[in-house]
């Protein structure tokens, strides 16, 4: 059974610039969820997606956005990157959603420059 | 405010022996508890979740408990090996009207040395 699949692996944008990243779940799960992990403030919720819905969502700036297609699949979108966006950012799928059990993906490491 | 907090942030123990961590959360309602490991440049791998009425849930040689009178929960590992060389880290769902979200401790670093 494949497992959460983030792509790309590594990005690098400049100041300004915006980007999306992917994310593939787990098949059968339905709900998506993002995170944005840094040094300085570990692991922070983004927002969870839930049958192409966003259902529940953290304390970020509206740069930050998403999407879920009705396989499942979701997008990230960051616009007008920041240098302080530089961030491992990781997504999770679950069956059910964020309360119960979800697997996470290998991330995508971001660096803007 | 809900908060979950850590201890210690950082831990180094020789190959073959005990430890425990720490995590105090401040969050209400409570519903469950996880606890993730995270090698580095890697996404956590879940190692067990607590809900209200569980003290005690073991996965090999983890072992979690949970006291919600005092807000605490610990996980201890026995006869560490290399592989253990991991952040550690809390994991809380915070209800709020409409919206739900997870709060998520600060980690634990710890370093396995033979």
């Known amino acids: 059974k494949a497992g959460v699949t983030q792509t790309p692996r590594y990005l690098i944008k400049t100041r300004g610039q915006q980007v999306t990243l992917s994310c593939s779940p787990i098949?059968?799960?339905?709900?998506v969820s993002w995170y944005q992990q840094t040094p300085g403030q570990g692991l922070q919720f983004l927002f969870e997606y839930f049958s192409e819905t966003q259902r529940n969502k953290g304390n970020f700036p509206g740069r930050f956005s998403g999407r879920q297609f009705s396989n499942s699949r979701s997008e990230m979108n960051v616009s007008t990157l920041e240098l302080g966006d530089s961030a491992l950012y990781l997504c999770?799928?679950?069956?059910?959603?964020?309360?119960?059990?979800?697997?996470f993906g290998s991330g995508t490491r971001l660096t803007v420059v | 405010k809900n908060q979950v907090e850590q201890s210690p942030q950082s831990l180094i123990i020789l190959e073959g022996k005990n430890c425990t961590l720490q995590c105090n959360y401040t969050v209400s309602p409570f519903s469950n508890l996880r606890w993730y490991k995270q090698d580095t440049g890697r996404g956590p791998v879940s190692l067990t979740i607590?809900?209200?009425?569980?003290n005690t849930k073991s996965n090999g040689r983890y072992t979690a408990t949970l006291d919600a009178d005092t807000k605490q929960s610990s996980l201890h590992i026995t006869a560490s090996q290399l592989s253990d060389s991991a952040s550690y880290i809390c994991v809380v769902p915070i209800r709020e009207v409409g919206n739900e979200k997870l709060t998520f401790g600060t980690g634990t670093r710890l370093t396995i040395i033979p």
């Open positions: 098949s059968g799960h339905r709900s």
């Open positions: 999770a799928s679950s069956f059910e959603g964020i309360r119960y059990g979800y697997t």
């Open positions: 607590m809900t209200f009425s569980e």
